[in-house]
C-alpha cells in the first residue's frame, strides 16, 4: 500500500528557511511525478511545486518561483522541497502527492493519487 509521509515543518521567522522532506513507501518515486501542495482551512490546495517522474523537469507556482527548489532522491526514495526566504504567506499546511503522470509535471491537484497527512509551516513576521 502507498503511503507518502512529510516532514520537516515548523515554526520559523520571515526570510529563514526550512527543508520539507516527503518518504514514499508501497512504490519507488521514480514510479511517480511528485508535487506539493500546500492548503489553509477554507482555501483550495495549491500547487507549490512539481518534479516529473525522470527529475528532468520541474514547476512552480507563481507566488514561490526563486524561493523554493523542488528535487528527488530516487535512491532514498524522498522527495524534498527546500524553502528559502519564507514569508507570513507561506503559512499553510504542505502536503505531498504523487501521480501515475509520466509525460510531465502535474499541476494540478486532481493528477494526484496519493497524498501524505501533511505537514505545518509557520513563518512569523
Known amino acids: 500500500q502507498v503511503q507518502l509521509v512529510e516532514s520537516g515543518g515548523g515554526l520559523v521567522q520571515a526570510g529563514d528557511s526550512l527543508r520539507l522532506s516527503c518518504a514514499v513507501s508501497g512504490r519507488t518515486v521514480s514510479n511517480f511525478a511528485m508535487g506539493w501542495f500546500r492548503q489553509t482551512p477554507g482555501k483550495e490546495r495549491e500547487f507549490v511545486a512539481g518534479i516529473d517522474w525522470s527529475g528532468g523537469r520541474t514547476s512552480y507556482g507563481d507566488s514561490v518561483k526563486g524561493r523554493f527548489t523542488i528535487s528527488r532522491d530516487n535512491a532514498k526514495n524522498t522527495v524534498y522541497v527546500q524553502m528559502n526566504g519564507l514569508k507570513p504567506e507561506d503559512t499553510a499546511v504542505y502536503y505531498c502527492?504523487?501521480?501515475?503522470?509520466?509525460?510531465?509535471?502535474?499541476?494540478?491537484?486532481?493528477?494526484?493519487?496519493?497524498w501524505g497527512q501533511g505537514t505545518q509551516v509557520t513563518v512569523s513576521s
Open positions: 502527492g504523487g501521480s501515475f503522470s509520466r509525460v510531465g509535471v502535474m499541476v494540478s491537484k486532481t493528477a494526484y493519487a496519493y
